[in-house]
């Protein structure tokens, strides 16, 4: 396909797509992903098979922060940062493709393939992972959608349903981010808290931990549709275990959700709830 002709079909793409200003026109993975949607949708056959039909593309980018204490000591501290994309890629029409079908001993995904991506957001990077997770997507869908057609050469239907129906495009903007934690203040409260469980020899192990979770997931597909999402949470928890006197093993705990730090139980209620799994861990052991 001529140049111009791709780039005609990546403009006609995002045109479609107006999702919110920066985070998804500028932002680098989207924009990774729409180009090399158009890139496939346009370039991707091989000799002799079919072109895919419909292709869409969800990113998935996981942050993660994390502390624990136990006794007063702390037990760790943790960030990370994952990204995953699904690729689902249709050949055929949408009458019969290669979905709604799996044969004995296929191995493969029916078209709709998983990788990790870099996190560093380079797009030539990014676009390269894109390309060998469409391919294998391809490969697959176009050695089943084969295997399809001649399961179904000596079977008669007596009701044909379309195997996919198209949608008018559609886009949505839900962002709801978080603030990092600040794990220096995390750190020090759940030292703090875990230590009251000293305050209850019946407590035989014991932890606290703060977590915090944000997520953010892009979609776009050959349609025109596409969205961005994201949400965040932070999450504290207080466990204890202890033995009773049979032998059997006793465990309490208590947690707590919130979408930010701020928006917490206050630090007095979470003395009192800690405390309170204490006490109750005690009296069930006796």
């Not at 593309?57 to 006794?71: E, I, K, L, M, T």
């Not at 391919?135 to 009701?159: F, I």
């Not at 020090?188 to 230590?195: I, P």
């Not at 701020?262 to 309170?276: D, G, M, N, Q, T």
């Amino acid at each position: 396909l001529p140049r111009a002709a791709l780039r005609r079909f990546a403009l006609a793409l995002i045109a479609a797509c107006p999702l919110a200003g920066a985070v998804a026109l500028q932002d680098v993975v989207m924009r990774a992903m729409r180009d090399e949607l158009a890139r496939s949708m346009a370039q991707l056959q091989l000799e002799h098979l079919e072109k895919p039909y419909f292709i869409s593309y969800r990113v998935q980018d996981g942050r993660r922060q994390s502390v624990s204490a136990q006794f007063g000591s702390t037990l760790g501290r943790n960030e990370g940062h994952n990204r995953l994309v699904t690729v689902e890629v249709r050949v055929g029409s949408p009458a019969l493709d290669n979905t709604n079908f799996q044969p004995a001993g296929f191995g493969g995904g029916g078209g709709t393939v998983s990788a990790t991506l870099a996190t560093d957001d380079r797009y030539d990077i990014l676009r390269r992972q894109l390309w060998l997770t469409t391919d294998r997507a391809y490969k697959q869908a176009v050695e089943l959608l084969s295997k399809k057609r001649a399961a179904l050469q000596n079977k008669t239907r007596t009701t044909e349903l379309p195997d996919f129906s198209p949608q008018p495009p559609a886009t949505i903007t839900d962002l709801r981010p978080g603030k990092p934690l600040d794990l220096n203040q995390a750190e020090a409260l759940v030292r703090e808290l875990s230590a009251l469980f000293r305050e209850a020899p019946g407590v035989a192990n014991s932890s606290v931990g703060i977590a915090g979770v944000e997520e953010t997931t892009r979609y776009v597909n050959s349609e025109g549709s596409a969205f961005v999402r994201s949400e965040a949470q932070i999450s504290f928890g207080a466990a204890a275990t202890t033995q009773a006197a049979d032998g059997f093993a006793l465990d309490d705990n208590y947690r707590a959700y919130a979408r930010t730090w701020e928006a917490l139980p206050p630090k007095a209620a979470l003395v009192a709830a800690v405390r309170a799994v204490g006490r109750r861990i005690e009296a069930q052991s006796q």
